[in-house]
Structure formats: structure tokens, C-alpha cells
């Protein structure tokens, strides 16, 4: 059974950072492509960030050079560190997966604002 949960959602104020975390279990996580997506309020989910199992990274065109996806083979986890946070980054976030169909977690708020 593949589960994915997500952790480090919050409020922040725009300009700071946050970092979300996102435990695997029921893959071959080291083999695996995943990403982060986020969905606004009365906006549809759309991809943020994704990373293959060899490393290689993918961004939105609205957190390129702001936001960094990584991952920890050993612990199972994928990151996403999100600095220069924006009130237009505020939405609920995603961990993402496919295997055999797609993979949700639960999803951690993130809101920006002062």
C-alpha cells in the first residue's frame, strides 16, 4: 500500500522560507519520480516540482530560482525547500507519485501572508 505524508506546512510571512517534507512507503522509493503540486482556493492542482530517481529536476515557471526540490534515498523522503515565499504561493501542497496509478498524500497548507 503506498502511502505518502507530507509535513512542514504553515504560515509564514511573504519574503520567508519554509521546507516540506514528504515520507514514502509502499515504493522502491530510489526508483522512483516525484513531485510536489499545489492547489489554490477555487484554482485547479497544478504541478510545482518534480524530481526523477536519478536527480534531475523540474520547475514551474512561478517558483523557478525560488523554490528546490531534493531527495533522501536512505530516509524515503522528498524535499522542497521555498524561499522568497509570495501570497500567490499560498494553496495546499501535494506529494505526488505513480505507480500502477497516481499517488496522493493528504497535503500540508501553506499561506502566506503578513
Known amino acids: 500500500q503506498v502511502q505518502l505524508v507530507e509535513s512542514g506546512g504553515g504560515l509564514v510571512q511573504p519574503g520567508g522560507s519554509l521546507r516540506l517534507s514528504c515520507a514514502a512507503s509502499g515504493i522502491v522509493f530510489s526508483i522512483s519520480a516525484m513531485a510536489w503540486h499545489r492547489q489554490a482556493p477555487g484554482k485547479q492542482r497544478e504541478l510545482v516540482a518534480s524530481i526523477t530517481s536519478g536527480g534531475k529536476t523540474n520547475y514551474a515557471d512561478s517558483v523557478k530560482g525560488r523554490f528546490t526540490i531534493s531527495r533522501d534515498n536512505a530516509k524515503n523522503t522528498v524535499y522542497m525547500q521555498m524561499n522568497s515565499l509570495k501570497p500567490e504561493d499560498t494553496a495546499v501542497y501535494y506529494c505526488?507519485?505513480?505507480?500502477?496509478?497516481?499517488?496522493w498524500g493528504q497535503g500540508t497548507q501553506v499561506t502566506v501572508s503578513s
Open positions: 505526488y507519485v505513480h505507480r500502477l496509478r497516481d499517488h
